[in-house]
């Protein structure tokens, strides 16, 4: 039996013309970029890192002047490319190693997705190296979905890990299990 990857999952998923999801559309693509809005003009950020920014359209109801994102599915990269093409606030990146520290570093729905034990942990290594703020959307709890969901209690893991970072703000989500999480250096 083949070992499941995410980073496959997703590349298989944007190439064959799939979305992001339906936390990314509708209602609560609305209610999460009024949140992530309203955050950008309380802690003036004018310079975000976004790891894993899908099909982009989540992304593109945000605003701030400068926005630099990565995915690992080459399909969702390519697929923003051109979305974004004539907007110069947006810059996609082919390697993660292209970031800089920024402002703020966000990850939206990101972390229920990423399976794999080893990736999970390199994953939030890189993004609390991205961003002088770190901004988490995702379920903090203990519990498996499917194939492609596995959520964890992350907090404790980040406070643990990431000394230099404090919780200072939890925001509710668009549903109950799923909130933001932002943390500052």
């Known amino acids: 039996m083949k070992k499941f990857s995410s980073k496959q999952f997703w590349e298989d998923r944007y190439s064959q013309g799939g979305t ?11 209610y999460k970029a009024d949140v992530i809005n309203s955050l950008i003009k309380k802690y003036n950020i004018t310079t975000i890192n976004d790891l ?4 982009g359209n989540n992304i593109q109801l945000i605003d701030v002047p ?3 994102g990565y995915d690992v599915s080459k399909s969702a990269r ?32 990101v972390l229920y997705h990423l399976t794999e034990e080893k990736v999970y942990k390199k994953y939030l290594d890189k993004l609390f190296k991205i961003g002088k ?5 995702a379920m903090d709890e203990d519990s498996t979905g499917n194939d492609h969901v596995v959520s964890r209690r992350f907090t404790p893991y980040i406070e643990k890990t990431y000394k ?8 509710n989500g668009f549903t109950v299990d799923v909130k933001f999480y932002l943390y500052n250096s």
């Open 52 to 55: 894993g920014h899908g099909d």
């Open 133 to 137: 703020m770190v901004l988490i959307y």
């Open 164 to 171: 230099d970072f404090k919780l200072i703000e939890v925001v």
């Open 78 to 109: 390519d697929r923003c490319i051109h979305k974004f093409k004539d907007n110069g606030a947006y810059t996609f990146y082919s390697r993660e190693s292209q970031f800089k520290k920024k402002d703020m570093a966000i990850s939206l729905d």
């Open 20 to 30: 992001s999801g339906t936390g990314s559309y509708g209602n609560s693509a609305v």
């Open 66 to 68: 400068e926005y630099f």
